[in-house]
């Protein structure tokens, strides 16, 4: 299995897409969904849990792997 990605290394990759975001969440009307901390614990991303693969390619999640993220959706169809 691949070695997890680092989360630095995670942070150092999306930084101008991060600090845009961060932006456009400042703005009335606009919810960023910032998926990140679901899916990286401590220093690293996980890329499988359970012994399952998370992603089916470098950037997609598998089913698998999105389920964490449900909590992150809640809120916003609740409003």
Do not use: I, K, M, N
């Amino acid at each position: 299995a691949p070695a997890p990605p680092l989360l630095a290394e995670f942070e150092r990759r999306q930084r101008f897409a991060s600090a845009t975001l961060s932006r456009l969440d400042a703005l009335d009307g606009v919810t960023v969904l910032w998926p990140h901390p679901y899916l990286c614990g401590g220093a690293s991303c996980e890329v499988a849990r359970d012994g399952r693969a998370t992603y089916f390619d470098d950037h997609h999640l598998t089913l698998h792997g999105a389920a964490p993220l449900e909590p992150l959706f809640e809120g916003l169809f609740a409003r």
